[in-house]
């Protein structure tokens, strides 16, 4: 979505990250969380887009996206964070500085550090803003403590050095912190401003009802809220495939085909459930919060961070209507 799009909806934490992020000179750590296709990356790019018109450069990187060796080996993986990192904020010529930094008598992370701090900002004549996506993507790997730790002096060097207040970092997860990094005194996440996203109120979803021009009335929208509880994703396809004319879609074929494996959210549907298949473990769990609302803590996190549940109170429950009659059709 674009970052200025009309259907955009701001929710309470979206100020405090573009207001935060456009502050010069003070360095910030913020942290995006919440469960999968909740807004993380649209919120994201918008204060990506914010940074920018502040006059900052951006060095945008989805931790997904590494080689397989960078997977298993700390070094490999640094060194390709470097070099993306660089060619992200839009400096070049930075090849013979890496290597001298690697050539360093110190550990791997210390070394990321050391080409960070004093060559890095040869380069730069602007504030820089390092955003990190899918930080979850870390979890099975080896160093991701390492990893986190050196984030977290990032943070720390603010205190004493001035060049480091230059310098914003934005982290983006669908998983709890937690499960990332369980020494909280090396986890950057304990030390920054914590912005959790959650589904679309009712309230939300009248309002990009109206937006759409009102493809569903108040009944229907009514009917909406109860199937997706306000998940934003299969809210707004819901919405575009009904306002979408030449696609000839009723809110009546909406909710006849919810659940069909050709229907509306059929692609959507599947890939949840095979993500879930893909953690046989998880599977009696979810039957589990189907059938008495309740599930072990761990799991319990494990599933919210598929995307599958959320809590209320101390029930938990299929994230919405539509995953409980699906996921029962099929499990």
């Not at 959790?196 to 229907?220: A, C, I, K, Y």
């Amino acid at each position: 979505m674009r970052p200025n799009s009309p259907f955009y909806i701001e929710r309470p934490g979206d100020r405090t990250v573009i207001t935060t992020i456009r502050k010069p000179g003070q360095g910030a750590t913020i942290t995006i969380k919440g469960p999968p296709q909740v807004g993380k990356s649209a919120l994201l790019d918008r204060a990506v887009a914010a940074a920018r018109e502040a006059g900052k450069r951006v060095a945008l990187i989805n931790l997904q996206e590494f080689s397989a060796a960078a997977h298993t080996d700390a070094d490999t993986f640094l060194r390709q964070f470097c070099r993306r990192m660089t060619a992200a904020a839009g400096l070049d010529g930075s090849a013979d500085r890496l290597d001298a930094a690697w050539n360093e008598p110190l550990d791997v992370t210390r070394r990321c550090t050391h080409y960070l701090q004093q060559y890095l900002p040869i380069g730069l004549t602007q504030p820089l803003v390092l955003a990190l996506d899918e930080v979850e993507s870390l979890r099975t790997r080896p160093f991701c403590g390492d990893f986190l730790g050196m984030l977290r002096r990032w943070h720390t060097c603010r205190a004493t050095d001035e060049r480091w207040r230059q310098f914003d970092l934005l982290l983006v997860t669908s998983i709890e912190p937690d499960q990332l990094v369980t020494d909280r005194s090396q986890s950057p996440f304990d030390v920054s401003t914590v912005i959790e996203l959650s589904d679309f109120t009712p309230d939300q979803v009248s309002l990009l009802n109206r937006r759409h021009g009102m493809p569903f009335t108040s009944g229907e929208e009514q009917q909406l809220i109860a199937l997706l509880n306000g998940h934003p994703y299969l809210t707004r396809r819901a919405l575009y495939l009904v306002a979408a004319r030449e696609l000839r879609m009723t809110p009546a074929d909406i909710f006849v085909d919810a659940t069909s494996e050709e229907g509306p959210f059929g692609a959507h549907l599947r890939a949840q459930l095979q993500r879930l298949r893909e953690h046989p473990d998880l599977v009696a769990h979810m039957r589990q919060v189907l059938e008495n609302q309740t599930c072990a803590e761990q799991s319990c996190l494990r599933l919210r961070g598929i995307g599958l549940v959320r809590r209320a109170g101390k029930a938990v429950l299929p994230r919405c209507q539509l995953y409980a009659n699906y996921l029962r059709e099929r499990l």
